[in-house]
T-cell receptor
């Protein structure tokens, strides 16, 4: 079974609009972490935001926020006021502890921001 | 800004040749990962080190791949012999198992012909 599921292979959003990228996860651990990374066409992986499983508040970092719904096991990334430079692949990842840390990535969502 | 440095950036080699990829993690980071990225499989964890000790290499084909950290400033990933199916981008990442994510290198794009 997939541990991290990103069901949207591609998304379009108009510049200045907000967009939500979906991520659901599967774990039986109580303590885990959820991350989002951005991969522009240049190929590097850029860390965006982190949410801990015990965090009661949704994480925010500038225009990025994480809509964490623990009961639904979802950790959606919300990008507000989209910019052309936001066009990239976005990966959701989970860190869980199973004797050692495991760090698992989803398949990614390609976001295209339209002018 | 501190960076994870990977060399080489690109490598084209013939099937059967040995390939060595190098990674210099960020000074002070105690955790190093090797990932492989392909269109078909996405990002696959190959190996994971903490404090230079290998903790998990279950994702790595053992017969041809090996990963080591000879010292805290160098991690290596070797493929011997290389095969066309090994063609991928190989990323190294380092971090502190903290809430701040991991810093990735720019990757090594390997093409085996």
């Amino acid at each position: 079974a997939q541990k991290i599921t990103q069901t949207q292979p591609g998304m379009f959003v108009q510049e200045k609009e907000a967009v939500t990228l979906d991520c659901t996860y599967d774990t039986s651990d109580q303590s885990y972490g959820l991350f989002w990374y951005k991969q522009p066409s240049s190929g590097e992986m850029i860390f965006l935001i982190y949410q801990g499983s015990y965090d009661e508040q949704n994480a925010t970092e500038g225009r990025y926020s994480l809509n964490f719904q623990k009961a639904r096991k979802s950790a959606n990334l919300v990008i507000s006021a989209s910019q052309l430079g936001d066009s990239a692949m976005y990966f959701c990842a989970m860190r869980e502890y199973t004797g050692t840390y495991k760090y698992i990535f989803g398949t990614g969502t390609r976001l295209k921001v339209l002018a | 800004d501190a960076r994870v440095t990977q060399t080489p950036r690109h490598k084209v080699t013939e099937m059967g040749q040995e390939v060595t990829m190098r990674c210099q993690p960020i000074l002070g980071h105690n955790t190093v990962f090797w990932y492989r990225q392909t269109m078909m499989q996405g990002l696959e964890l190959l190996a994971y080190f903490r404090n230079r000790a290998p903790l998990d290499d279950s994702g790595m084909p053992k017969d041809r791949f090996s990963a080591e950290m000879p010292d805290a400033t160098l991690a290596t990933l070797k493929i011997q012999p290389s095969e066309p199916r090994d063609s991928a981008v190989y990323f190294c990442a380092s971090g502190l198992d903290s809430n701040y994510g991991y810093t990735f290198g720019s990757g090594t794009r390997l093409t085996v012909v």
